[in-house]
């Protein structure tokens, strides 16, 4: 779901860009996150990242499940 997410998340609206960014932030320890939500101009308006704007405006809504990793899986191996 976390890929078929991020595939289609630029036809939402919004850069394509700052979708990347936000995408590389969701996959990155807190530091790293939190700098490059600052390089892209990113404004978070939720402490959880599920809502953001760009310097423009734009809105960028994030669904939690690719905000963090499951919990109800089990993994093989």
Not at 44 to 70: I, Q
Request: with cysteine.
């Amino acid at each position: 779901m976390r890929d078929e997410f991020w595939d289609t998340a630029p036809h939402y609206g919004g850069q394509k860009e700052i979708w990347e960014a936000l995408r590389a932030a969701a996959d990155s320890d807190l530091a790293l996150a939190q700098t490059i939500v600052d390089s892209a101009g990113i404004i978070v308006s939720n402490s959880d990242m599920t809502l953001c704007y760009d310097e423009r405006g734009a809105k960028y809504e994030l669904p939690k499940y690719v905000l963090s990793e499951p919990t109800n899986l089990i993994r093989d191996g």
